[in-house]
């Protein structure tokens, strides 16, 4: 017979915080939010720490280059995601791991054949008033100018002209070579006056262009997630299919941390790519998923998994529990494993941190998946929302919105689901959809930031590690969750009384 498990499935919305005594020097500039991201033995600490708890849901319509490099900025890290061709997603790769603060890679560029009419139309495109003309149109080919808004004019100049005959050729251009550093380009810009100066390398590339306008952009992101040569940090998703082949790709190209995506880590072909995985690559951290029990839990971390992934069925796109009957509330999976992982690290002294993926509807909910024991979180909705997020930017009446799709959809095209026997998916595990849109990944980050940092220090800790040790949490039921809301009529809903 069946076995049910004791204990009913809960989410996070069943539960609120407690408050703890606050001392005098707890307050919200003494938090920190450092928590490890990988396996440590005890009395070590972890070789990666995330210095916010937050990373990106292996997804096609959340983790861009972009989104993976806004992320770490912010102290968090992006899974590139791997429903892909290796090819591709080494590429992404790169791209986060070239990253170098204040150097952009230029995203206006035209050859200089081209129209004055293209070089409109490009400049429109991207909404930037600088292009590089290369030989190949491409933003790494061969330096041939400069060309801005200021070059031309469409009423004055012939639309059917060349590029050519307004640019800057490079002889006039002042560039750097590929090892100027970012203070020195900067002292360029302004000694010389520039708004501009191309970077590029021995045979004439293009490697960069650096702004005027982008002086103090480093200066924003104290809590910058970088390796040890000052490069940003990045994870990628891998599966239990082309594992062989897709992991040395992308630990070559500088992949700092791996994870198995699955909607089902509790199988036997996750532990074998686990252990193929620790066995050829052991230096590149490798986790596992997802899972919502603390026997699953052990299985992966015995397999290996130098962290493991929590959660079935709790996304906001994700109807596996709809269509599988499979699953589990988030705070229930998250209390039962984070119980195996302390019993795991009880015995054999290592702590394998766990992350709360799913299930988070609101800013606060972060709070809970921490206290209840999660080291770090993994959202989708919540960061497909910015303008980082690959999905388009929608118009609507009630104001924009952003396309925002499951790996489960059809839309997806998931070919690792194609496994189902048919040319398509015989069922879908996910939904395809909008979500309204939220502006530039930092400002939002820095609000939800700014409730944590304000929810630990109600009750009373600084880190993470000691609200996990202290917090206090207790059920709600309907009436008290009515309470918690607004009772009175909202001035923004009737105005200002005159
Ligand atoms: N977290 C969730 O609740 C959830 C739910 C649904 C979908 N998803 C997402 O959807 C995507 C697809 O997930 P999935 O679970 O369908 O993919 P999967 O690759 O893990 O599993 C697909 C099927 O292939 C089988 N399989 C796995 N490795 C195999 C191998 N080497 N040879 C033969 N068969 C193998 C599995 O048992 C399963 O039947 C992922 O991005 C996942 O995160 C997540």
Known sequence: MA??????????????????????DCSVAAVDLRTPLVRYAAGQSSTIELRTPFTSAIMQAVSSPELAIALARNGGLGFLHHNRSIDEQVEDVVTVKNFKAGFVVSDTNVRPEDSLRRLNEVMARTGHSTAAVTENGGATGRLLGLVTSRDFHPQRHDPDAPVSSRMRPITEVAHATADVTLSEANARLWEERLDCLPVVDELGRLRHLVFRADYTDNKRF??????????????????????????????????DVLCFDSSDGYSDWQA????????????????GGNIVDGDAFRFLAEAGADFVKVGVGGGAICITRDQKGIGRGQA???????????????????????????????????????????????????????????????????????EYWGEGSNRARNW??????????????????????????????????????????????TTVPRFQATARLTLVSDQSLQEGHATVTLRETTGSPS
């Open 332 to 402: 229930s999976a998250v209390l039962d494993v984070a119980a195996a992982r302390d019993s795991y690290r009880e015995e054999t002294g290592e702590y394998v941190p766990i992350c709360s993926d799913g299930g988070l509807a609101h800013d606060y909910h972060v709070a809970l998946a921490l206290a209840m024991g999660a080291d770090f979180v993994m959202m989708g909705r919540y960061f497909a929302r910015f303008d980082q997020a690959p999905g388009a930017k929608v118009p609507t009446r009630e104001g924009f919105v952003k």
């Open 222 to 255: 104290p809590a910058q997630l970088v390796d040890d040569a000052k490069r940003l940090r990045v994870g990628a998703g891998v599966n239990t299919h082309d594992y062989r082949e897709r992991v040395p790709a992308l630990v070559e190209a500088g992949a």
């Open 272 to 287: 074998e790519a686990l252990r193929w995985a620790k066995k050829h690559y052991p230096e590149v951290p490798i986790g």
């Open 3 to 24: 076995q049910i498990i004791a204990g009913v499935s809960r989410t996070f919305n069943e539960y609120l915080l407690l408050p703890n005594r606050t001392a005098l």
């Open 416 to 461: 690792q689901r194609y496994g189902q026997g048919t040319q398509g998916l015989l069922f879908e595990e996910g939904v395809d959809g909008f979500v309204p849109y939220a502006g530039d990944l930092s400002e939002g980050l820095a609000t939800t930031i700014a409730k944590l940092r304000a929810t630990m220090v109600s009750c009373g800790a």
